[in-house]
């Protein structure tokens, strides 16, 4: 089993930034990419950002790229969202996700394709 814990949410108002950390323990050796998701009022769970613990490789939602960035801190096990120049449409819970097998990026882009769930963090963005 692997567990996640994210952090760093809040209620920040448009154009500013966000750190979020995702912290893996138990068998963390066992993923081989993580991903964030979020769900904003009303709407389905959405893909966000993912990354890949070895190789570092890395995609984006068209929606946040350019202004979000991914990054990974392999000793540390954790996971890191930056949200940048932030809108109120980014309001959401964000959810850290761990993923055990090999898959192609169309395939990481999918929640249905991760094993592992946190329980998510608030992200309010004002206008």
């Known amino acids: 089993q692997v567990q996640l814990v994210e952090s760093g949410g809040g209620l920040v108002q448009a154009g500013e930034s966000l750190k979020l950390s995702c912290a893996a323990s138990?068998?963390?050796?066992?993923?081989?990419?993580m991903g964030w998701f979020r769900r904003a009022p009303g709407k389905a769970r959405e893909f966000v950002a993912a990354i890949t613990w070895s190789a570092g490789d890395i995609y984006y939602a068209d929606s946040v790229k350019d202004r979000f960035t991914i990054s990974r801190h392999n000793a540390k096990r954790t996971v890191y969202l930056q949200m940048n120049s932030l809108k109120p449409e980014d309001t959401a819970v964000y959810f850290c996700?761990?993923?055990?097998?090999?898959?192609?990026?169309?395939?990481?882009?999918?929640?249905?394709?991760?094993?592992?769930w946190g329980q998510g963090t608030q992200v309010t963005v004002s206008s």
């Open positions: 138990g068998r963390v050796f066992s993923t081989y990419a």
């Open positions: 996700a761990g993923k055990q097998r090999y898959d192609s990026g169309t395939i990481l882009r999918r929640k249905e394709a991760y094993e592992y």
